[in-house]
C-alpha cells in the first residue's frame, strides 16, 4: 500500500543482504549448474566445428601452414573465451587480451619466416602481422595457389580462427542461448570457402561433419536449458544425465520423459544433418557453380611500368655482345631460355598485353610453388646472373617451382610474378649481378611438320594489332603462295623471310641496319631492294605478317647457345646469343616456334646481292637519317655506364606511412569502444542529473553511487532497499556517508513534498564526493578497470529483465 501523504514512512522489513559475485558484460549460468564434463565437451565441439571450417582453407594456402596458424588460433581463442568467462573480465578486456595474444603468437603461427629461428618475433614480424590486419586479405585474393608461403597471408587463417573462437567460447558459457556459439563458426567456414578456390577440400565431409556436429550440440545445449527450466519448476533441483546436471535429484518420471524427447530429437537431427551436409558440402552444386572472391578479383600488376624488352635488343648484342650476361646449368638440348613473350603491337612497339587480363598481360604474384598442369619432360636448371638486370627472369618451358637462392633471396622472393600461359616470369623488385635462382620446369612435346599438317591452328584471343603497315598483308599473300595446310602457310612465310632477306646488327664493319620495329622500320624493310636486318625486325615482320592471315602468332625475345653440350654442361650467356624468334600455336600441339630470321653469315655482297623473288638492279640507297640512340627505361637496363645515369634512390616513405597507418587503425579499434563507454557513462550521469522530476534527480544520484560502486567492483544486489545497499557500501568503502545519503534519500523519495532545487544540488554535491572518495579508496589499476567497466550498463538490464527493477524513481515505493 502507497502511505498516506504526510505520514511517515514505515520501516522497511529487515531483508539479509547477501552480496553476489560481480556478473561479467554476459551473464553466465550459475556456476556450479554445469558439470566440468558439459563445459569440455562445449570446449570440444566448438574446437571441432572451428577446425572443419578451417580446413576450407587448404586449396588456397596448400601445405601445413595455414593448420598450424588455424589450430594455434583456435585453441588461443579458446583459451581467452574461458579465462575472460572465469574471471569475469568484460569486454574491453576481452579485447585487449585478444589482440596481445595476436601479437605475441602472431609471428610464430602467421609469419614464421619473420622470426628468428621460428619464435623470437622480429621488426619484421611486427610489421607483417600488424600490417597483414589490413593488407593480408588482397593477397590472399590475388597471389596465384598456393599462397600459404608468403610471409603475411598465414594470418587470415590465424585472425579469423582466433577471433571467432575467442567469440564462440564466450557464448557458449556467457549467454543464456548458447547455440549463438554455432554464429562464429559459420562465419569463419563461409570465410574459408569465400578466400578459397573453386575446388574446395574434402566438401562432402566437411558439410556432413559441420552440420552434424551443429545441429546436435545445438539440440544438446536446448534440451538442457528446457529440462532445468522444467525441473526447476517442479522444485526437483538441477537437470542431469546427459544434460551435465545432477543427475541424482531427477524424479523417474521426468527422467523418462527426457530420454523419449532425446531419441526423438536423436532420428530427426540425423535426416536434418545429411540434408545439410549434402548442401553445405557441395554435393549438390557442382565446383563450377562455386562463386569465390578470387574469381572476381583482377591481380593489380600494371605492365604499363615496364618497357618492352625488345626495345634494348641491339643494345644488347652491341654493349655485350662478348660479355657474359648470365649462367645456366642444366639445359636440355635445344631448349630455348625465354626472357620474354610478346603479342601487343602498337606500331610503335611489341609488347605483352597490358590489360592484365588475357594473354601475355596475365602477371601474377606466385610463391616458390607454382601451379602447372603442361604435360612434357621434367628438367631443373640453375641460373647466376653476371650481368643482366632488370624485371625480366630468363626460363625456359612452364614452371613448377621458382627458387631464388642468392643473398636477397628473401627480398626478390615476395616480388616474383609468372604467366602461366606464356611461362614467363617477371620480378618487380629487378635482379641484378651476383643473383642466383633455381628452376624445376615442363618442356612441351615438339612437334615436327608432319605430324601438324593435319592439325589447325588453334583459336586464340590476341591483343588488335594497330599501326600495321599496308604491304605486310601484301607481302603475305605472296609468300602463302600455294600452300594449302596452316603449317605450310606459316612455313612459306619464315621461309621466305629467311632465305630472301639478308643479316646485319648494324654494327661497326656490317651492313646498315638501323635499330627498332616501329611501323616505319618494318615497312622498310619489306619494301627495300634488300631485306638487310637482324631478329628483331624479321620476327616482328614474320608475326605481323601471320597475324594479317587471320592467325594468331607472338613474338619471344630470349637466348640460346651456338652448340649444345648436355644438360651437365654450364653455359655462359652472351649478349650475341640473344634471339628473337615467332610462335603459332596448333590445335593439340600448343605454341610452335619458326625461326624467320636469315643466317648469320648471310650478309648483302655490294657486287652481287641476292635478289629477292622479283630481282631487279640494285641501286644504291641514301644513307638513313641519323637515329638518336635508344633511351632504356630502368627495368631493362644492363651495366651501360656510358649511356646510364646512376640515380641515387631517396628514403621510401611509403612502408613507414602504411606501418603508420595500421597502428592508427590499431588504436582507433582499441580505444574507440572506451570512449563510446566514458561517453556514456557521462550521458547517464547528465540524464538522471537533469531529470524532470526534483525526486527522480535524489533518486538518480544514488543510483549513480550503486552503478559506480560496480563499476569498482564492489557487489551491490539488486531488489534491496537503499539502506540494505548503503549497509552493504559502508563495509566497503567505511570512510564514505554513504548511510546518511542513503537515508536522505529515502527522506526525500518517501516524504511530504517535493525537494526543493538546492536540496537537490547539495545531494548531489554529497554524491559526488562520495564517489570520489569510492575511487581513492582504490588502486590506480582498479580505478583504471572502472573507468570503462560496463558491469553497471548490463546488470541494470539484467535486474530488469529478470523483473527485479529497483523501486528507487516512483515516489511511495522503495
Sequence with gaps: MRPRRGAAPAAPAPRASTPRASTPLFPPLPRNARAPWAMAIDAGVIALLLFVSVLGFGPAFGGAGYLVAGIGGIVLGILIGFAGWRLSLNIVIVAALTIVVYLLFGGPLAAPGTTILGVVPTF????TIVLGIVFSWKDVLTLVTPVGEFDGTLVVP??????????????ALRLKNATWALLPAAVLFVTAIAFGTREAAFPALQGLVFAGLALT????????????????????????????LDASRIDPETAKKLRTTRLALGA??????????????GILVPAAAREVIRDQIVPPLDLHDYASPLVGFRSYVRDFKEESLFTVQGLPNDARIRLATLDDYDGIVYNVGGDGTTGSGTFTRVSSEITNDVEGEPASLEFTMTGLDGV???????????????DRAEELGGTLHYNAATGVALNTEGVTEGDEYAIDTVLPETFNDEQLSSRKVDDISMPRATGVPDIVGSLASEYLGDAETPIEQVRNIASNLSQNGFFSHGLEGEAVSRAGHGAERIASLLDAEQMIGDDEQYAVA????????????????????????????TYEITGDQLHAWVEVPFEGAGWVRFDPTPPEDQVPLEEAPKPKSDPKAQVLQPPPPPQEPAELPPDIRTQDTDQEEVQEEGFDFLPVFLAAGSLLALLIVIFTPLLVIVLLKLRRRKKRRLAARPVDRVSGGWDEIVDRARDLGTPVPYGSTRRDNAAALATAYPEAPVLAVAT?????????????????????TEVDSIVDSMRRSRSAWKRFLAAWSVRSFFRRRSARAAGSTPRTTTRGGR
Design 158 to 171: 590465424f585472425l579469423t580462427a582466433l577471433l571467432m573462437a575467442v567469440l564462440a567460447t564466450s557464448f
Design 268 to 281: 530427426g537431427l540425423v535426416v536434418t544433418a545429411l540434408g545439410l551436409g549434402f548442401v553445405t558440402g
Design 124 to 127: 619484421e614480424t611486427i610489421r
Design 542 to 569: 614474320m608475326a605481323l605478317m601471320v597475324r594479317s592471315m587471320g592467325m594468331p602468332a607472338r613474338v619471344v625475345m630470349g637466348f640460346y647457345p651456338d652448340d649444345y653440350t648436355g644438360p651437365e654442361s
Design 392 to 406: 625480366w627472369l630468363p626460363d625456359t618451358g612452364y614452371l613448377d617451382a621458382f627458387r631464388f637462392t642468392g
Design 217 to 244: 550440440w545445438a539440440a544438446w545445449r536446448r534440451h538442457e536449458r528446457r529440462a532445468a527450466a522444467t525441473i526447476g519448476t517442479s522444485g526437483a533441483g538441477a537437470a542431469g544425465g546427459a544434460t551435465g
Design 744 to 764: 536522505r534519500a529515502d527522506g526525500s523519495v518517501f516524504g511530504p513534498g517535493e525537494p526543493t532545487e538546492q536540496e537537490v544540488d547539495q545531494y548531489w
